[in-house]
């Protein structure tokens, strides 16, 4: 049976409604003959840069073929598939729990990124084979997504487990309408299919 853990954040300045958290616990909820031979675990983490520490090596500890990070970035139009994380810190933007990072870097002496090594090509194809507007991403930007990324990328061994992070663009959890003149947000429903689509590619890779 693999073993996938499914990971999102919880809110933060500027997104009360965080969908990565609905997200990663609606897809471990899924019974699809797609999924049948995957044991889903899911996570919400805090987001500051302390939960990112202190929980994923625990979360790293667990056994896991797959671990999937999502991500909301909001101003995005496109579902992103990251492939790379950063050597990069926001000095300005502070977590949930209103900590600033005091330097730019995360890692003083590190590598300017680390590449994923997932087959990003189906990733891509698989969420766009659902309708959904999906591309590559090479900047997973300077906040906890990207922290969470590098440091989920610096735990894997021999390409495993395999890591992937997507950034989510803006979705709408709940009923209300709409204001005027704004872009209509993704449904929940719509990107719960095109991160299903991700995963099931990821699982086939993992396969082989």
């Known amino acids: 049976m693999m073993r996938v853990l499914l990971v999102g954040f919880g809110p933060f300045p500027g997104a009360p409604l965080n969908p990565s958290a609905s997200l990663v616990k609606t897809l471990a909820r899924r019974r699809r003959p797609a999924l049948a031979e995957a044991t889903l675990t899911a996570h919400v983490l805090k987001t500051s840069y302390d939960a990112v520490d202190r929980d994923l090596p625990a979360l790293f500890a667990q056994p896991a073929d797959i671990v999937l990070i999502f991500g909301l970035a909001a101003?995005?139009?496109?579902?992103?598939?990251?492939?790379?994380?950063?050597?990069?810190?926001?000095?300005?933007?502070?977590?949930?729990s209103g900590f600033r990072p005091q330097r730019g870097v995360i890692a003083l002496?590190?590598?300017?990124?680390?590449?994923?090594?997932?087959?990003?090509?189906?990733?891509?194809?698989?969420?766009?084979?659902?309708?959904?507007?999906?591309?590559?991403?090479?900047?997973?930007?300077?906040?906890?997504?990207?922290?969470?990324?590098?440091?989920?990328?610096?735990?894997?061994?021999?390409?495993?487990?395999?890591?992937?992070?997507?950034?989510?663009?803006?979705?709408?959890?709940?009923?209300?309408?709409?204001?005027?003149?704004?872009?209509?947000?993704?449904?929940?429903?719509?990107?719960?299919?095109?991160?299903?689509?991700?995963?099931?590619?990821?699982?086939?890779?993992?396969?082989?």
């Open 109 to 208: 002496a590190g590598p300017s990124a680390r590449r994923g090594t997932a087959p990003f090509a189906a990733l891509l194809g698989a969420a766009r084979a659902r309708g959904f507007p999906a591309r590559m991403s090479r900047d997973a930007g300077r906040y906890l997504c990207n922290y969470a990324y590098w440091h989920a990328l610096e735990r894997t061994g021999d390409g495993r487990p395999l890591v992937q992070f997507v950034h989510l663009p803006g979705v709408r959890i709940d009923q209300q309408k709409r204001r005027r003149g704004r872009r209509r947000p993704f449904s929940l429903q719509a990107l719960t299919v095109a991160a299903e689509a991700v995963l099931v590619a990821l699982m086939a890779a993992c396969r082989r």
């Open 75 to 96: 101003r995005r139009r496109h579902l992103c598939i990251e492939t790379r994380a950063r050597n990069a810190l926001s000095v300005l933007f502070p977590d949930v």
